[in-house]
């Protein structure tokens, strides 16, 4: 078991999958830098842009990114909560960029646990659309938009291991987290999950 309180800095944890399939935790780090063939942008439904990792996308990968998403509005107008769209990386590492749009938070609200899960669930189906190998993705919804980071943790990783139960392509997942409490919560999670199944297991990759 991973005591995360004592592990300080930028670094990888890696629940290790059936099929050589992956889940990585990795922070405190900032996703604009990932190499993963895509990165998830937690969007408003605008896709005009925003604050927190929407903000920080746009800014490092330039005006292309705003300009496919200003075609992809023109074309099926606001994206609702839970769908996701892809368009290009601009000048970020990573190629693609698939936003999705997070509930925002109603305490009470159980449909919001489906909503959440299905912005993995889109997103994942996009990028195995597209063929592609990686994929990373910040906290959706738990900043501006307020889920309790907890049970967005629990919901994020469940259905991201059920998903990549089916995909081909699609093989390695990257939580990529901005702070110390976010990514302690995601690891919290995934101790958890492979206490319940323990055809998997939890390996630190990288401490620096
Ligand atoms: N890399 C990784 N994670 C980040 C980064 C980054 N560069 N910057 C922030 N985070 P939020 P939401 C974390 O608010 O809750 C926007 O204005 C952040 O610490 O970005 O889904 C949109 O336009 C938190 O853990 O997204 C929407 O209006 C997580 O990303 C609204 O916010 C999500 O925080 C969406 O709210």
């Given at each position: 078991m991973i005591a995360l309180d004592r592990v300080v800095g930028d670094f990888t944890i890696r629940l290790v999958l059936k099929g050589n399939k992956s889940v990585e935790f990795h922070g405190p780090a900032d996703i604009t830098r990932e190499t993963t063939d895509a990165i998830v942008n937690a969007a408003n439904s605008s896709l005009l842009g925003g604050g927190g990792v929407d903000g920080a996308i746009h800014r490092a990968g330039g005006p292309a990114i705003l300009e496919a998403c200003r075609q992809i509005?023109?074309?099926?107008?606001?994206l609702p909560a839970g769908k996701a769209a892809i368009t290009t990386g601009g000048r970020l590492p990573a190629k693609h960029v698939i936003h999705t749009v997070g509930p925002i938070h109603q305490p009470g609200h159980r449909t919001q646990h489906e909503t959440l899960a299905s912005c993995y669930r889109e997103s994942?189906?996009?990028a195995e659309e597209q063929r592609l190998k990686s994929i990373a993705f910040p906290s959706i919804s738990t900043g501006a938009?307020?889920?309790p980071v907890k049970e967005a943790a629990e919901i994020a990783l469940a259905t991201v291991v059920e998903t990549l139960e089916t995909t081909t392509y699609v093989s390695h997942v990257r939580f990529v987290l901005f702070d110390a409490?976010?990514?302690?919560?995601?690891v919290t999670a995934a101790e958890q999950l492979?206490?319940?199944d323990r055809s998997s297991s939890l390996q630190i990759e990288k401490a620096s």
């Open positions: 509005v023109t074309k099926i107008g606001r994942l189906r996009l938009y307020g889920y409490g976010t990514l302690g919560a995601y492979i206490e319940s």
